[in-house]
């Protein structure tokens, strides 16, 4: 895949408490289009700021593996899920 330039705006931050929105804007500095719209959802824990949460263009990253999920164990059991995320992870090590 060909590299491209990549311009990064920063749009909004919001801190309330211990939880953070971060709103970016990566766009593509040649034709000056905005790629997508990145909401990062921290929380703060330990003096540290951990991202929990990626939104692409408003869909949560999270609501899509807890939707994947729960679609999973309709069907399967707890123990099997965990069998294929193991199976997973080791496919991905052993490339």
Not at 2 to 29: C, F, H, Q, W
Not at 50 to 75: E, I, K, M, P, T
């Amino acid at each position: 895949a060909a590299e491209r330039d990549v311009a990064v705006s920063y749009d909004s931050e919001t801190v309330a408490g211990t939880e953070a929105t971060v709103v970016v804007s990566p766009r593509e500095p040649s034709i000056g289009q905005t790629i997508a719209r990145l909401e990062y959802h921290l929380c703060r824990k330990c003096d540290h700021w951990y991202v929990y949460d990626v939104a692409v263009d408003g869909v949560s990253l999270a609501d899509g593996y807890r939707s994947q999920f729960n679609r999973l164990l309709q069907r399967e059991s707890f123990e099997d899920l965990l069998d294929l995320m193991r199976r997973k992870v080791n496919l991905q090590a052993s490339r």
